[in-house]
């Protein structure tokens, strides 16, 4: 199974970006979810689609990024709308087949994981 995210960039606040998780080797059943890490922190949630299409997203997402889906191309969009300067980070892409509702905001429970692409955002 490999993962590549794509999309990142450098732009300014307000911006929006579209990144890209095309995942080969699954073909059906698994979720996908969007992790970002900024400089010195964490890996932090961002958003998780289930093969079932429901979303998930963390807070500081709702309202300003969307998830999508093309079965057809094994691809999950994250569509990033009015980015801040807060939102500067690798954002990375994951996939697990096995992965239950309650943990796809967990990162440690994912499975497989893409390269990560970086997003900058200045003011």
């Known amino acids: 199974v490999q993962l590549q995210a794509s999309g990142g960039g450098s732009v300014q606040t307000g911006d929006s970006l579209r990144l890209s998780c095309t995942a080969s080797?699954?073909?059906?059943?698994?979720?996908t979810g969007w992790f970002r890490q900024a400089p010195g922190k964490g890996r932090e949630f961002v958003a998780a689609?289930?093969?079932?299409?429901?979303?998930h997203y963390a807070e500081f997402a709702k309202g300003r990024f969307t998830l999508s889906r093309d079965k057809a191309k094994n691809t999950v969009y994250l569509q990033m709308n009015s980015l801040k300067p807060e939102d500067t980070a690798v954002y990375f892409c994951?996939?697990?087949?096995?992965?239950?509702?309650?943990?796809?905001?967990?990162?440690?429970?994912?499975?497989?994981w893409g390269q990560g692409t970086l997003v900058t955002v200045s003011s």
């Open positions: 994951a996939a697990d087949s096995t992965i239950i509702p309650s943990s796809i905001r967990t990162a440690s429970q994912y499975d497989y």
């Open positions: 080797g699954f073909t059906s059943g698994y979720a």
């Open positions: 689609i289930r093969w079932t299409g429901s979303m």
